[in-house]
Antibody, heavy 115, light 116 residues
Framework: EVQLVESGGGLVKPGGSLRLSCAAS????????MNWVRQAPGKGLEWVSSISSSSSYIQYADSVRGRFTISRDNAKNSLYLQMNSLRAEDTAVYYC????????WGQGSLVTVSS | QPVLTQPPSASASLGASVTLTCTLS???????VDWYQQRPGKGPRFVMR????????SKGDGIPDRFSVLASGLNRNLTIKNIQEEDESDYHCGAEHGSGSNFVLVFGGGTKLTVL
């Protein structure tokens, strides 16, 4: 069974940092592009970042470029999102997502940026 | 990159049918779109993928036959027949665009479906 399990969310002050992790299982992780997608409270879905299977291609939304860094460790079947210089508007549930083949989403990890 | 447009809300009576619309911006008539169901407090759940010719691949796990898609021009619509209480959810459409160095995911604003 395909599973994506996010962790690392929590409450952080503006300007702070947080690192999200996503543990993948049930599929050949190192053959898929992976993504982070977020959803602010009461809002729609917003793509954050993508990383290709071998990390050759990395993309960011304009809203996070220069502050967030996506990475992966194929040996550990894990995806990461390092979030620096966090702002109140980054408050959201962050989802780890595989879009190719049959799309799969994790359960999400809540990040709250507040003083 | 394409823009996906969804109405913010829709409603239908129990047992009736409803069609949720997702419209691609001009110039993207060949794009595929994914439909997701999001129940309150839960993460998005894949429903099915629709391309210019209709459904692409298989439906998501546990998606009943009452759910179907239809493509027409720039529209990638999701129809739910014999609506049940458990269908009350937010429905999102999303699409991949580009590849390699210009890959991006785009999403519509989502439609909140209310079952009357």
């Amino acid at each position: 069974e395909v599973q994506l399990v996010e962790s690392g969310g929590g409450l952080v002050k503006p300007g702070g940092s947080l690192r999200l992790s996503c543990a993948a299982s049930g599929f050949t992780f190192d053959t898929y592009t992976m993504n982070w997608v977020r959803q602010a409270p009461g809002k729609g879905l917003e793509w954050v970042s993508s990383i290709s299977s071998s990390s050759s291609y990395i993309q960011y939304a304009d809203s996070v470029r220069g502050r967030f860094t996506i990475s992966r460790d194929n040996a550990k079947n894990s995806l990461y999102l390092q979030m620096n210089s966090l702002r109140a508007e980054d408050t959201a549930v962050y989802y780890c997502v595989r879009v190719a083949a049959t799309p799969r989403w994790g359960q999400g990890s809540l990040v709250t940026v507040s003083s | 990159q394409p823009v996906l447009t969804q109405p913010p809300s829709a409603s239908a009576s129990l047992g009736a049918s409803v069609t949720l619309t997702c419209t691609l911006s001009s110039g993207y008539s060949s794009n595929k779109v994914d439909w997701y169901q999001q129940r309150p407090g839960k993460g998005p759940r894949f429903v099915m993928r629709v391309g210019p010719g209709g459904i692409v691949g298989s439906k998501g796990d546990g998606i009943p036959d009452r759910f179907s898609v239809l493509a027409s021009g720039l529209n990638r619509n999701l129809t739910i027949k014999n609506i049940q209480e458990e269908d009350e959810s937010d429905y999102h459409c999303g699409a991949e665009h580009g590849s390699g160095s210009n890959f991006v995911l785009v999403f519509g604003g989502g439609t909140k479906l209310t079952v009357l």
